[in-house]
């Protein structure tokens, strides 16, 4: 494939569907409106995150509130629950919100629970959130014991459902367990290579191999401590390099975005801590300087012409930018 130019490494994101596999502030309402600018026709709301907030209770009033607040601007957003929900979206210039968990706890000991979530409308959940629980081992425990038998049949049920099975923050022997467990395609929504940034929110190379031997992908984070060591302020460039890492490892089909914009008081930041969820070697304190060129969601066209100067195709910036996520969804989702 040529390499594009500026301007038409543009026009192809202009017209393609952009998908931004993590969106935690997406909620707020003013920053949602930052997505919509920026041209993104998918973003992944996070319900559930965080110990404190992953209560069954909790997540209804979250998604609850989202479908609210969908109903307020049906000219600007649109749930969506299905890939012909997400093409629609593109023709109507719309912002699609997909429900996403960043943490399995939800699912409680219930499997059950898995069939009334897929029915409102969740179609990603990822199984841990950096510390472990019923399902497995979170990246930042100090074992790596891998999926519970629990896991295993909750990454089996949620095949059957169609819901993308996210190992975002999940301990590495898990994230294996996982993928090997899958019929489906799996996911790392937001993750970088730990051989650029060796960071544990990061994957190793053999992670990243099992990903490709599954046919999945893993979306490019913005957050400064995975992108760059001992640099709060990133770049464009610097994110870049964990692209072209990934792409000579495994191929570019399996890299999208899952740029995790986020910001959060000094409180919020210190209840994280005390939960054992973040550990300040790892979760620097805020602010949080996201890579310069693309500081927050409205300047994520610039992703494309960065990426034509580095040599990709227009139908490589395609696949980076959502292609590749849409891929996945399709063998997912339409079960």
Same mark, same amino acid.
């Given at each position: ?32 409106p ?14 559930t995150?965080?110990?404190g ?45 997909v ?6 706890t ?7 629970l ?6 409102v ?14 399902i ?9 014991s ?16 169609g ?25 790392? @929504? ?9 960071? &544990? $929110?990061? =994957?190793? !190379?053999?992670? /990243?191999?099992?990903?490709?031997d ?12 995975f ?17 072209d ?11 999208g ?22 550990? @300040? ?9 996201? &890579? $310069?060129? =693309?500081? !927050?969601?409205? /300047?994520?066209?610039?992703i ?32």
């Open positions: 494939m040529p390499q594009a130019t500026a301007e038409s490494a543009s026009a192809q994101y202009r017209k393609s569907i952009v998908i931004d596999a993590t969106a935690p502030i997406l909620v707020n309402d003013e920053d949602w930052k997505w919509h600018k920026g041209g993104v026709t998918c973003a992944f709301a996070t319900v995150a965080t110990r907030g992953a209560s069954m209770p909790n997540v209804i009033t979250s998604m609850a509130g989202w479908l609210a607040k969908i109903r307020k601007h049906p000219d600007r957003l649109q749930l969506v629950t299905s890939v012909a929900d997400l093409e629609r979206a593109k023709r109507e210039g719309k912002l699609g919100v429900f996403h968990f960043q943490n399995g939800p699912i409680e000991y219930d499997l059950n898995l069939e009334l979530y897929h029915r409308g969740v179609r990603a959940i990822q199984l841990t959130y950096n510390v472990k629980n019923q497995g081992d979170g990246c930042l425990e100090r074992t790596n891998g999926l519970s038998d629990l896991g295993i049949a909750a990454v089996k049920e949620m095949n059957r459902l819901i993308l099975v996210d190992l975002s923050h999940t301990g590495e022997q898990t994230t294996l367990d996982a993928m090997e467990a899958s019929a489906k395609p799996c996911v790392f @929504t937001h993750a970088n290579a730990k051989a650029i940034c060796d960071h &544990p $929110r990061n =994957i190793n !190379d053999k992670q /990243l191999k099992k990903l490709a599954v046919g999945g992908v893993t979306g490019l984070n913005g957050f400064p401590p992108v760059k060591a001992n640099t709060p302020a990133p770049t464009l460039e610097d994110l870049l390099d964990h692209c890492y990934i792409a000579r490892k495994i191929g570019i089909d399996h890299i975005l899952g740029i995790d914009y986020f910001h959060a008081p000094e409180a919020d930041y210190q209840k994280r801590l005390v939960s054992g969820e973040w550990k @300040t070697g790892d979760y620097p304190p805020p602010p949080w300087n996201y &890579p $310069r060129g =693309i500081d !927050d969601a409205s /300047l994520l066209p610039a494309a012409p960065a990426m034509a100067k580095r040599g990709y195709s227009d139908s490589d910036i395609e696949k980076v930018v959502g292609g590749n996520y849409l891929r996945v969804m399709r063998a997912v989702w339409q079960v």
